[in-house]
C-alpha cells in the first residue's frame, strides 16, 4: 500500500516565504519575523553571504623590468566599487606563481583606475630584477563593497582565484595563433565544432621585422570554467592543463597540441622565447550546436518516446547558448554566456539539463550530454517489474500501484470496488491510460495490466507519466494508488515546485524550434 509522505502541514506550524536580497545590500546578519494576527513572533537570525571572487582572464600591456605598465582583470564577484575605485579592504596582490600564498613580490600595484563587480583596471610597477610569471589575485570587500561575509556552510572566501601575467618580454616578437585553420584573436572563440570534435589550436612565434625567429619555446594551455553545484555547495572549478609540463619546441615550429578530451571554457596559452616568460594569450573554448537533424537522430533512436520532447522542453535542443537559438535567461545577450553550455538553476547543463554533470565532457560533448540524458532515464525508470515495496522508481512503482488497487478490488464486493483512473488527455496527442484485461466493470472483476501500451494513438502507461515527472523531481509521484485512514483511491499530483503540470508541458511541446506550453505552478 503507497500512504503518502509529507502533506500540507499542520494550520499554523510553518510558512515559506521568498527573500529577494538586492545587489546593492551590505552582507552580514539580519533577522526575520512572521507577522500573524497582528503578533510578531520572535527574531530568528540568518545571513546573507558573499560569493568568491573568481578570475576569469587578465589582459596586460608589455611589461619591462623597472617599467610601469597596465592590467585589466575580467571576472565576477569582485564586488562593488566606491566611486568606481576599490574599496576599503578590496585589493589587488602580484605575486611569484611560485609562490604558496599571493602577498607580494618585486611587481607591485601602484593604483587601481576602476573597479566593478566584473571588471578591474590597474596599474603595475616592475622591480628592476623582475622577470618571469607572475600571479594576481583579488580580494573582495563583498558585494555591496561593505565587507566580506562567507555564505555558512559554503566556505567562500573573500580572496579569488590566481591568474598569471609575464615580465620581461621580447617586444619584437609576436604570438600567431590560429583555431581550425583561421586566424585566432585574442579573447575570442575556439569552437568545439558540431560532430563534436575539439578545435584545432596552431600558435606560432613571428617577428615583427621579419626576421628569422631562432632559439627556443615553451608552450601550455590552461583552461578553466566554473561549474555550478547544488546549493549549498560552492561551484566547483574544472582545470584541464595541455600539456601536463611545458611542451620544448623550437622556436620556428608551430605548436599544435592535442587536445583529446572535450573541455571548455577560459583558456591561457601560456608561453616562453629562450626561457623567458611572454605575455599569455587568452581565449576560450566555446561550443558549437549540433543541427536539429543530427540531434533528433540521436534522440529519436532512444527507447523512450518522449526523449525529443524533453530535450525541446528542456533547452529547444540546444547543448550551447547560442542566440537564436536557446531563449534561457543565462544565455540572454548581456549575460556574456555565448558559447558556454545552457545551464539552469539549480544545477543543470547541457541538452538534457543533468544535475548533476559530473565530468567536463557532459557539458562540452553534446552526444555524452545526450547519452547521459538516457542513462538518468534509465535509472529513473527502473525494470518493467515488481522489485519491492520501498523502490521508487517509476516503472516498478505503477506497477506496485496496479498490483495494489487489483488486490484491493479483489477483496471488495463489487459495490465498493474501485475504479480505474481516469484516463489523462494531457495533450492531443499525449494520454495516459491504466490497460485492463477488459472494459472497466465492477461486476465482472475487469483488472489492471501490468505491461505498457505499444503508443498506438498516441496512447501511452501511467509509467510514463511518472517518469517524465521523476526527471524534474518531485515531492509526489504523477499518480498513486492510495489506502488511508479507511479510504481508497487514485490521488493525482502532475505539479511541482516549477510547474503546474510538467508532464503537459513535455507532451505539448513540437518543433524544433520549440513551442512548449508553461503551466505556472
Known amino acids: 500500500m503507497n500512504t503518502p509522505s509529507g502533506g500540507p502541514p499542520p494550520a499554523a506550524s510553518s510558512a515559506q516565504a521568498s527573500i529577494t536580497v538586492s545587489p546593492a ?32 582572464y587578465i589582459t596586460q600591456q608589455p611589461l619591462q623590468p623597472g617599467q610601469q605598465g597596465s592590467i585589466a582583470i575580467y571576472g565576477a564577484n569582485f564586488g562593488a566599487g566606491c ?22 613580490s618585486d611587481v607591485t600595484p601602484l593604483a587601481v583606475s576602476l573597479w566593478s563587480d566584473t571588471q578591474i583596471n ?65 579573447n575570442s572563440c575556439a569552437y568545439i565544432t558540431a560532430a563534436p570534435a575539439m578545435p584545432q589550436i596552431a600558435a606560432s612565434i613571428v617577428s615583427n621585422d621579419g626576421s628569422p625567429v631562432s632559439g627556443t619555446a615553451t608552450w601550455q594551455i590552461v583552461t578553466t570554467f566554473e561549474r555550478k553545484n547544488r546549493p549549498p555547495s560552492p561551484p566547483a572549478t574544472d582545470t584541464s592543463t595541455v600539456p601536463s609540463s611545458p611542451a620544448p619546441l623550437a622556436a620556428n615550429q608551430a605548436w599544435q597540441p592535442a587536445l ?10 601560456k608561453w616562453t622565447y629562450n626561457g623567458n616568460a611572454q605575455p599569455p594569450f587568452n581565449f576560450r573554448i566555446c561550443g558549437t550546436n549540433p543541427d536539429y537533424a543530427a540531434v533528433g537522430g ?17 533547452t529547444n535542443m540546444s547543448q550551447f547558448c547560442e542566440p537564436g537559438r536557446m531563449e534561457a535567461s543565462y544565455c540572454a545577450s548581456g549575460n556574456g554566456n555565448f558559447g558556454w553550455p545552457v545551464f539552469g538553476v539549480p544545477a543543470g547543463y547541457g541538452m538534457m539539463q543533468l544535475d548533476p554533470a559530473a565530468t567536463a565532457d557532459l557539458l562540452w560533448n553534446w552526444r555524452a550530454n545526450a547519452e547521459g540524458g538516457k542513462t538518468l532515464l534509465d535509472l529513473l525508470a527502473g525494470p518493467m517489474q515488481f522489485t519491492n515495496n520501498q523502490d521508487g522508481r517509476a516503472y516498478p512503482f505503477w506497477i506496485r500501484q ?20 481516469p484516463d489523462r488527455q494531457e495533450t492531443g496527442n499525449c494520454r495516459f491510460v491504466l490497460p ?28 510514463d507519466a511518472i517518469l517524465i515527472k521523476s526527471y524534474h523531481g518531485a515531492r509526489f509521484h504523477y499518480v498513486s ?19 503546474a503540470n510538467t508532464v503537459q508541458e513535455v507532451c505539448s511541446c513540437t518543433g524544433p524550434p520549440r513551442s512548449c506550453l508553461r503551466l505556472e505552478p
Request: glycine share 10%; charged share 15%; with cysteine.
Open 25 to 56: 545590500a551590505a552582507s552580514g546578519t539580519y533577522q526575520i519575523s512572521v507577522t500573524a494576527f497582528g503578533a510578531e513572533s520572535n527574531r530568528v537570525d540568518f545571513i546573507v553571504g558573499d560569493s568568491t571572487p573568481v578570475i576569469n
Open 83 to 104: 566611486s568606481g575605485l576599490a574599496c576599503p579592504g578590496a585589493s589587488i596582490a602580484v605575486c611569484r606563481s611560485v609562490d604558496g600564498t599571493c602577498a607580494s
Open 122 to 186: 590597474a596599474t603595475l610597477r616592475a622591480g628592476p630584477l623582475a622577470s618571469g610569471f607572475y600571479d594576481v589575485q583579488v580580494t573582495s570587500a563583498g558585494a555591496a563593497g561593505m565587507g566580506f561575509t562567507p555564505v555558512p556552510g559554503a566556505s567562500t572566501s573573500s580572496k579569488s582565484n590566481r591568474k598569471s601575467i609575464a615580465v620581461n618580454t621580447n617586444p619584437n616578437l609576436r604570438l600567431q595563433v590560429t583555431s581550425n585553420g583561421s586566424a585566432l584573436s585574442e
Open 260 to 269: 583529446e578530451s572535450f573541455f571548455g571554457g577560459y583558456a591561457q596559452l
Open 298 to 314: 540521436v534522440l529519436e533512436a532512444m527507447p523512450y518516446w518522449f526523449a525529443k520532447k524533453l530535450a525541446l522542453h528542456e
Open 402 to 421: 496496479v498490483q495494489e488497487w487489483n488486490r484491493y478490488n479483489s477483496r471488495q464486493p463489487p459495490s465498493q470496488r474501485v475504479a480505474p483512473p
Open 436 to 463: 485492463l484485461n477488459k472494459p472497466w466493470d465492477a461486476n465482472r472483476d475487469s483488472i489492471g495490466l501490468e505491461t505498457p501500451t505499444d503508443g498506438t494513438g498516441s496512447t501511452y502507461w501511467f509509467g
Open 481 to 499: 494508488w492510495v489506502e488511508s485512514g479507511g479510504k481508497a483511491y487514485w490521488s493525482f499530483h502532475p505539479e511541482n515546485s516549477v510547474s
